[in-house]
């Protein structure tokens, strides 16, 4: 074969995003069909959407107020990203697996998993986070970029047992500049792995706008140099981030192997409660993007279609602010663990010297209680 | 006439200072322009110097090292900040096998005058994975040099001749220092690297300290003088090259010795200090000698439990009095 034979078996064409990103919403809530990206939901799960949004925008708003009561040491705001969050959790099954990046506080209402336990990280208790296992959703990835990999990692993992499971990795628009991400796609692609990687393009990555990130026409164009298809969709949408990525998922699941998809929003809060975005971009910036909300337009879209009444609409915000008060009621009430614990989770077993440390802290911690009751 | 700064604008002031001096030197990083650095390290130096000198990039640390790296070759003096110290596992190949080795490898010819600047420790309640004290790996690797100021003074001294200097240096910011204040004087200010200093002498015990455990250092000395008992203490300032001389002569004179370190236990510099100490000084000593670690665990984010693991002020008493008893 001449060395100049192309290595994967697929026309490159056919990989390429579309030429504008998928959006079945207007911002007025108006529905367009696209025979392409079905959204097969009922009612119910319609409304569930909404739900979702809803209770993550709540809980959202909630945990940033908890930071500013010194409750929580940062926290990183989704605020404006609820239907790229829902809208992709939404495409997964319940086997399936998330990974998550610091930010995904919707993905993880979507999946069920408990707020409160995901703020525990946020104020430093320890042994309360979550249980990953309970609702296939990891550890939040703090280092950019890393969660790709063990997404890929755990795609092929479960290939390899016959598990018919899809896996999502979450991560940014800045976090395709690493390594990590790249190096995740390659072996996903040449392992046809069942893995979607769903990039939230939110426009920055702390102070770095997307056009000093990358020269790439799109970031959904380098699902080609991978070998896997790149969607693109307003993420501001969450009709359209659910059926692209449904679509992607199916495919996955089929053994087609991975995708990248490209969902379009904004960061509408600074970048962390410890971050000033005035210092970087400007407020009519951000009052465009306020226009965009993704929930005001799903309502609107809700309301079309006679699925949310004023009644329902009291019945929602009623729950996500149940939702938000328990949360807070969790991490007022989290006791700061006992430092002698901080030694149990390192290794599975002790071994002799670290054995020796732990009763060298409780020596003397043990010596200067002593001292301050003395 | 000194002015009472803090060690936060020291960077500033230590980068503006090599800058001005000489066009060759160039800062580059994530978010050290407009944002001036998560830390507020570099604010106003894009104002002053522009984004050809003053560079932001894309999110990839290999790749900053590696700008870092080729630039170094062709001449110039890049100063490469990665944001958090425990991200230089992200680009450790540049740093241990890439960056340490060239100058050796190409018989001397190629020289890699360049500085990474990245923030380390803890104390800020960043948890296990934006807290660690990683300077005991840096000084695991030959052919780097590896500083650790605890003061404004020194950071601009000693970050001028690390700028300066044609080998690689590992410069580590202690991100809890950045708040804290010291004099420093007019003009220019440049050290030396490898000269530890003693910054209060004492004959019953040598206490040698690096970056924060510095200033918890001379407070627990202060109470041993309650106790009777006069402490010296060494600030290391820089682990490669390590000023051997300064401590020997002190422990010479001790006969004691304790190490003050933040990084976790194991393979923590203190180890390197106490087995000279050992082989060296060993007919001089009178005590065991004690190091005062972090325990082998990661560090914990909430404020009461991360105060309960790193070096306390206590502790380093406790240490000092078991040294001399
Ligand atoms: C390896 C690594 N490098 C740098 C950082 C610091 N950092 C935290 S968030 C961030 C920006 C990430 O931007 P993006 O991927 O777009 O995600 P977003 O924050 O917008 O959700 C950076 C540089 C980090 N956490 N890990
Ligand atoms: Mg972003």
Not at chain 1, 140 to 156: E, K, N
Not at chain 1, 162 to 174: E, K
Request: net charge negative.
């Amino acid at each position: 074969m001449g060395a100049s034979q192309p290595a994967g078996d697929v026309d490159p064409s056919t990989l390429l995003p579309p030429a504008e990103p998928v959006h079945l919403l207007d911002p007025d809530g108006t529905y367009h069909e696209d025979p392409d990206h079905p959204v097969d939901l009922d009612d119910d799960q319609l409304r569930m959407l909404y739900r979702h949004m809803v209770v993550t925008r709540k809980v959202d708003r909630e945990a940033i107020n908890l930071q500013r009561q010194g409750q929580l040491g940062v926290y990183a705001s989704l605020l404006g990203q609820e239907a790229a969050q829902v809208g992709g959790a939404f495409a997964l099954s319940e086997e399936d697996w998330v990974f998550p990046s610091y930010r995904e506080m919707g993905a993880a209402v979507t999946r069920g998993v408990d707020t409160g336990k995901m703020l525990h990280l946020f104020r430093g208790t320890w042994l309360s986070d979550h249980d990953p296992y309970e609702h296939h959703f990891a550890l939040y990835s703090i280092p950019i970029g890393t969660q790709a990999l063990h997404a890929a990692g755990f795609a092929m993992g479960a290939k390899f047992d016959d598990n018919p499971i899809v896996t999502m990795a979450y991560f940014g628009d800045g976090a395709t500049s690493e390594g990590d991400p790249h190096e995740a796609m390659t072996f996903a692609g040449v392992f046809k792995a069942p893995v979607v990687f769903f990039v939230q393009n939110n426009q920055w990555a702390i102070s770095v706008p997307l056009d000093q990130q990358t020269a790439a026409p799109t970031l959904a164009h380098k699902a080609v140099g991978y070998g896997m298809p790149g969607h693109h969709c307003d993420g501001n949408d969450v009709l359209a981030t659910y059926a692209v990525t449904r679509k992607a998922v199916d495919r996955a699941r089929s053994g087609a192997g991975p995708a990248l998809i490209e969902a379009l929003t904004y960061r509408m809060e600074a970048h962390t409660t410890s971050d000033d975005p005035s210092r970087y971009r400007t407020r009519q910036e951000e009052e465009e993007a306020a226009k965009t909300d993704p929930i005001v337009r799903y309502k609107l879209f809700l309301e079309k279609e006679g699925l949310l009444d004023a009644d329902l609409g009291e019945q929602v915000e009623a729950e996500a602010a149940a939702e938000a008060t328990r949360m807070r009621d969790e991490i007022y009430e989290a006791p700061h663990g006992d430092p002698m614990e901080l030694f149990e989770h390192v290794y599975v077993d002790d071994t002799g010297h670290f054995e020796r440390q732990r009763e060298v802290l409780a020596t003397e911690l043990a010596a200067r209680d002593g001292e301050v009751s003395a | 006439m000194a002015e009472l700064i803090t060690y936060r604008d020291a960077v500033k002031r230590a980068i503006a200072q090599e800058m001005r001096r000489d066009d060759s030197v160039y800062l580059i990083g994530e978010d050290v322009g407009d944002a001036g650095g998560v830390f507020k390290a570099t604010k106003g130096l894009l104002d002053e110097f522009g984004p050809v000198r003053v560079r932001d990039t894309p999110i990839s640390e290999e790749a900053i090292l590696g700008a870092a790296m080729g630039a170094a070759m062709t001449g110039l003096r890049p100063i490469a900040e990665i944001m958090f110290s425990d991200f230089l596992a992200t680009c450790w190949d540049l740093v241990a096998v890439e960056m340490a080795k060239t100058r050796y490898m190409t018989d001397g010819q190629v020289t890699l005058p360049l500085v990474i600047r990245t923030a380390n420790g803890g104390g800020l309640r960043f948890g296990a994975q934006h807290s660690q004290a990683v300077e005991n790996w840096a000084m695991a690797v030959p052919g780097l040099k590896v500083v650790a100021p605890s003061n404004p003074h020194d950071l601009i001294g000693l970050f001028a001749a690390a700028v300066r200097d044609d080998d690689p240096v590992l410069f580590f910011e202690q991100k809890s220092l950045y708040p804290t204040k010291g004099h420093v004087e007019e003009g220019e200010i440049v050290e030396e690297l490898g000269t530890a200093k003693i910054v209060r002498s004492g004959t019953d015990v040598t206490i040698v300290a690096l970056a924060s455990m510095v200033r918890r250092a001379e407070q627990a000395a202060d109470e041993l003088a309650e106790q009777g008992i006069s402490a010296e203490v060494i600030d290391l300032r820089s682990l490669v090259p390590l000023d051997a001389t300064t401590i020997i002569e002190s422990v010479v004179k001790t006969s004691r010795l304790v190490t003050v370190e933040e990084n976790p236990r194991l393979c923590g510099w203190g180890s390197e200090v106490v087995s000279l100490v050992a082989e060296e000084a060993f007919w001089h000593l009178d005590g065991p000698l004690t190091r005062v670690t972090t325990p082998h665990i990661p560090l914990p984010s909430a404020d009461a439990l991360e105060d309960e693991v790193l070096p306390s002020v206590q502790r380093i008493v406790d240490g000092c009095v078991k040294a001399v008893s």
